[in-house]
T-cell receptor
Framework: GENVEQHPSTLSVQEGDSAVIKCTYSDSASNYFPWYKQELGKGPQLIIDIRSNVGEKKDQRIAVTLNKTAKHFSLHITETQPEDSAVYFCAASTGTASKLTFGTGTRLQVTL | DAGITQSPRYKITETGRQVTLMCHQTWSHSYMFWYRQDLGHGLRLIYYSAAADITDKGEVPDGYVVSRSKTENFPLTLESATRSQTSVYFC??????????FGAGTRLSVL
């Protein structure tokens, strides 16, 4: 089955700096790659996603890039703010049901 | 309120007891999912359902049972709880374009 690896497990940046989280996947048939943000005591919330026919997608301060050849995708957050502090999960899915396989998460801390 | 709700939010039980976690969605999404979240593992799929009366195993189904008699409900039952099932459980439903929406989770402790 699919295997998703995520790095780093923790990331500390200063407010205003950029943060980058990287994931690799194993199944070349995977075609949908969402990123979720999870705040303490809450469920994961989708922040951005990308499909296999697109190389990059941006939404304000957040961007995701996908390299199908290398089977890796990355989340980029620019101009970080304290409210960006959370745990971020990447995921990959394939098939009719779009079952998600998640990475192990990155705890992002934005310091003042 | 529209959305996906899980109950209870917190549950403490003893080994060997049967426990049922509830999940209800108001969108009429066809697909629903159950995940467990453990430190170092991210979220892992337990079971999923494509429609009422259609369910299938995920990555970690052992020790769990699901049913789906109505589109909006997808309960997860631990027939005989074990300590290894202590975890946070999330229910999700899938909208158009593959997007999954998650509930707030149930924190289960098995003593």
């Amino acid at each position: 089955g699919e295997n998703v690896e995520q790095h780093p497990s923790t990331l500390s940046v200063q407010e205003g700096d950029s943060a980058v989280i990287k994931c690799t996947y194993s199944d070349s048939a995977s075609n949908y790659f969402p990123w979720y943000k999870q705040e303490l005591g809450k469920g994961p919330q989708l922040i951005i996603d990308i499909r296999s026919n697109v190389g990059e997608k941006k939404d304000q301060r957040i961007a995701v890039t996908l390299n199908k050849t290398a089977k890796h995708f990355s989340l980029h957050i620019t101009e970080t703010q304290p409210e960006d502090s959370a745990v971020y999960f990447c995921a990959a899915s394939t098939g009719t049901a779009s079952k998600l396989t998640f990475g192990t998460g990155t705890r992002l801390q934005v310091t003042l | 309120d529209a959305g996906i709700t899980q109950s209870p939010r917190y549950k403490i039980t003893e080994t060997g007891r049967q426990v049922t976690l509830m999940c209800h969605q108001t969108w009429s999404h066809s697909y629903m999912f159950w995940y467990r979240q453990d430190l170092g593992h991210g979220l892992r799929l337990i079971y999923y359902s494509a429609a009422a009366d259609i369910t299938d195993k995920g990555e970690v189904p052992d020790g769990y049972v699901v049913s789906r008699s109505k589109t909006e409900n997808f309960p997860l039952t631990l027939e005989s709880a074990t300590r290894s099932q202590t975890s946070v459980y999330f229910c999700a439903s899938r909208a158009a374009r593959d997007i999954q929406y998650f509930g707030a989770g149930t924190r289960l402790s098995v003593l």
